[in-house]
């Protein structure tokens, strides 16, 4: 029985996997879920004062995991990760000439650049200053734990007490492979990349939000945890 569905929001909640503008009758959707006593979370790579105004107003109540699983919220906020140093955001945008986001000064943890393109030379760079690096497709991902949505979708399930086979997950980009080994129902966005479509338990016909709208009909119908 699904308790609880986690989605992304970059790619997964937008209306595309390039566009910042949210697929409105994805949260219309979801919103029938926690009608159906189904809680519905955030998961991303945004800052925690993003993702928490995002929840506030969309009116989920299944908590929330930022900055690629550093932060989790659900009555209680909880920081999972090491602090990073934050002059490293003016040091990596210089060196790779690439743009600081704004949301850096809102990180504890986890630092975010684009154009998400990652290269050798800064997987390289990170290694050496001991640092984790990663893409989402948005943005690229510093961190000095080897952070992931995993770690903090494993606090939120726990803050929760359910069992992870009670979870369902939806994404759209690598950095939600983590998430997916957290939850018992994987579902992947029809214009996922690859890499998360072959872990996926389930791809979607439609893209990005479209795609959350037709998983959430198919969760309402009983249709993926075995009652119908
Ligand atoms: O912050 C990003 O890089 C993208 O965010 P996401 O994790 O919601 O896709
Ligand atoms: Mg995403």
Same mark, same amino acid.
């Given at each position: 029985m699904i308790r609880l569905v986690?989605?992304?929001? =970059?790619?997964?909640?937008?209306? =595309? ?6 697929? *409105? ?7 029938? @879920? ?7 979370? +955030? ?7 993003? +993702? ?35 002059? @490293?955001?003016?040091?990596? !945008? ?12 809102? %990180?504890?943890?986890? *630092? ?31 961190? %000095? ?13 726990? @803050? ?7 979870? *369902?997950?939806?994404?759209? !980009? ?17 214009n996922s990349d690859e890499e998360? %479509? ?6 979607? *016909? ?10 959430? =009909? ?6 993926? =945890?075995?009652?119908?």
């Amino acid at each position: 029985m699904i308790r609880l569905v986690l989605v992304d929001v =970059d790619g997964t909640l937008t209306v =595309d996997r390039n566009s910042y503008e949210i697929e *409105l009758s994805a949260i219309e959707s979801l919103r029938r @879920l926690e009608k159906n006593g189904i809680k519905v979370g +955030l998961v991303s790579g945004n800052s925690y004062p993003v +993702l928490r105004g995002l929840y506030t107003y969309f009116y989920f109540h299944g908590g929330l995991v930022a900055e690629n699983g550093c932060i989790v919220y659900y009555n209680e906020l909880v920081r999972v990760c090491e602090p990073i140093d934050k002059s @490293l955001a003016e040091k990596f !945008s210089k060196i790779f000439n690439v743009i600081s986001s704004w949301q850096n000064e809102f %990180k504890c943890c986890d *630092l975010s650049f684009t154009p998400p393109t990652l290269s050798d030379k800064m997987i390289e760079w990170a290694k050496n200053m001991g640092l984790y690096i990663k893409s989402s497709g948005y943005a690229i991902h510093i961190s %000095k734990s080897q952070t992931g949505k995993g770690i903090g979708v494993r606090k939120l399930i726990e @803050l929760h007490n359910i069992n992870k086979s009670e979870v *369902l997950g939806i994404g759209d !980009s690598s950095t939600d492979i983590e998430f997916f080994e957290e939850v018992g129902i994987k579902v992947a966005v029809g214009n996922s990349d690859e890499e998360v %479509k072959k872990v996926a338990n389930y791809v979607t *016909l439609n893209n990005s939000g479209k795609g959350v709208v037709e998983i959430v =009909d198919k969760i309402l119908k009983g249709e993926l =945890d075995g009652r119908n």
